[in-house]
């Protein structure tokens, strides 16, 4: 094209402006990392998920002590969360009178209730759904029948907490002295806790006349690890997320080492008597299957014995 025509064209385009917004890469990363920091977070409790109230008429002064917020109306979670936070970022006290057939709990509910809460997480790994919706199974019998706490699990939770207990990160279970429980507590948390059914399981006498060396070995190391009560880190509340990958294989080697420790008659008792659930059909399709799976089930024998040796 010759330079008079091209300079005709410039002409006549003039300066047209385009509405394209260039990003730098470098720079957009940068200012999305706090956002995908947070946004990637499992547990989440924030300020809006606490009610923090007073039943008191127009009284709405911060709390002094978590003592004060309880006998004021606000949850033991709330409070609790609430005295977590630094002073000045605390949620504004709010004044809610209570409704017709409102009763808020007395402490001696809310302690039960808080047991209740943290039952669920021992025994089964998680809080008590906030909403009902949500529940499944019954509650435990021990709660139950032996506490005598009643109610859904919705009910009982929302005496203790405003926000589904799920969202936040609840390693606090650990630190608790089981030592300091009630002697049924205390006898009911022996008999085991979430992650263990499995684990637990191969402390069962076994109709197995003639087993493997591995299969004894693995047994008899497991049977002892047992003995040093709650292992964090297989804990579904307490586990690391770097660990949840090792903890996974090891159930799963724990079902190999069950597969030649006992008879199939063995499983299938335990089965009925709820000492073990969806492992059976692995088992069923194992026994059956070809060498090659005995030869896994002997690798997996020894790799579960390597893997106590990391959690002793």
């Not at 002590?65 to 979670?77: E, M, N, Y």
Request: a neutral charge; proline letters at 3%.
């Amino acid at each position: 094209m010759a330079e008079s025509a091209k300079r005709i064209l410039n002409q006549a385009i003039g300066d047209i402006a385009f509405e394209d917004i260039h990003f730098d890469a470098a720079s957009v990363g940068y200012i999305f990392q706090k956002f995908a920091s947070e946004g990637s977070k499992r547990y989440r409790v924030t300020k809006a998920d606490l009610h923090i109230i007073n039943r008191t008429a127009n009284n709405v002064a911060p709390y002094l002590t978590i003592k004060d917020a309880i006998a004021g109306g606000t949850r033991l979670f709330d409070a609790m969360a609430y005295f977590a936070m630094n002073a000045a970022d605390r949620p504004t006290v709010v004044h809610v009178a209570l409704q017709t057939g409102e009763i808020d709990p007395d402490i001696n509910e809310i302690a039960r209730s808080f047991f209740f809460v943290y039952f669920y997480l021992i025994s089964r790994g998680r809080a008590p759904a906030f909403n009902q919706a949500d529940a499944t199974g019954m509650p435990p019998a021990f709660l139950t029948r032996v506490l005598s706490i009643t109610g859904t699990e919705s009910e009982i939770v929302k005496k203790v907490a405003s926000f589904d207990i799920n969202k936040m990160d609840n390693r606090w279970i650990k630190y608790i002295d089981n030592t300091l429980l009630g002697t049924e507590a205390i006898n009911r948390l022996a008999l085991g806790n979430a992650g263990y059914r499995l684990a637990s399981a191969l402390s069962q006498p076994t109709r197995q006349i003639n087993i493997a060396p591995a299969a004894i070995n693995a047994q008899a190391s497991i049977v002892k690890l047992l003995e040093k009560g709650a292992l964090w880190d297989v804990h579904p509340v307490t586990r690391t997320p770097e660990f949840l990958s090792l903890v996974k294989n090891f159930n799963k080697n724990l079902e190999n080492v069950m597969m030649y420790y006992f008879t199939q008659q063995d499983l299938e008792d335990m089965k009925n008597n709820k000492k073990i659930f969806k492992m059976q059909l692995m088992i069923q399709i194992s026994w059956n299957g070809a060498i090659g799976m005995i030869t896994l089930g002997i690798d997996s024998m020894m790799s579960c014995l390597d893997l106590i040796n990391v959690l002793r």
